[in-house]
């Protein structure tokens, strides 16, 4: 439920809550976690946050110039593992530039405090937890090696 002020506007603690809810969603029944891929067209990388211990392998396959799926392994917190969830959820179907061009817009949205759109609104949650931000970039840094890998 909302809360609202006086001026019947919706409260930021309210937004927050809205947004740590999708999160934790996210988190719950991630999107591409554990699946396997094969065949030639799949390339993977393996990402590591020392500052807590996340572990995370990402794996795309790659037609055409395109990422046909994405999907993420390991062991995480439930910011990570939400924020892989969302990634492999954006970045299907782009091709490798577009992707490569969204995972940009990431990484400067945090560095920024630019609030996210869309489905990545819940990553808005994380502004207010600045040490866990490397939580939630790993997935896509990882991802970034996998684009780059091979050219």
């Not at 067209?41 to 946050?49: I, K, P």
């Not at 924020?83 to 949205?109: F, G, P, R, Y």
Request: hydrophobic share 40%.
């Amino acid at each position: 439920m909302l809360q609202t002020n006086s001026n019947n506007s919706v409260e930021p603690l309210a937004i927050s809550k809205l947004y740590h809810q999708a999160l934790l969603r996210h988190h719950k029944k991630p999107i591409g976690f554990d699946v396997t891929l094969s065949g030639k067209q799949v390339r993977s990388a393996d990402g590591e946050n020392p500052e807590c211990g996340d572990e995370i392998t990402v794996n795309a396959k790659l037609e055409s110039g395109a990422i046909s799926n994405i999907v993420f392994s390991g062991e995480s917190c439930a910011i990570c593992r939400a924020s892989a969830s969302m990634m492999c959820e954006k970045l299907v179907s782009m091709t490798t530039k577009q992707a490569l061009a969204v995972i940009n817009d990431v990484e400067q949205s945090f560095n920024e405090q630019k609030l996210f759109e869309g489905n990545l609104s819940p990553l808005n949650s994380v502004f207010s937890l600045p040490i866990r931000q490397q939580c939630a970039l790993l997935p896509w840094r990882t991802a970034v090696q996998v684009l780059e890998a091979g050219g």
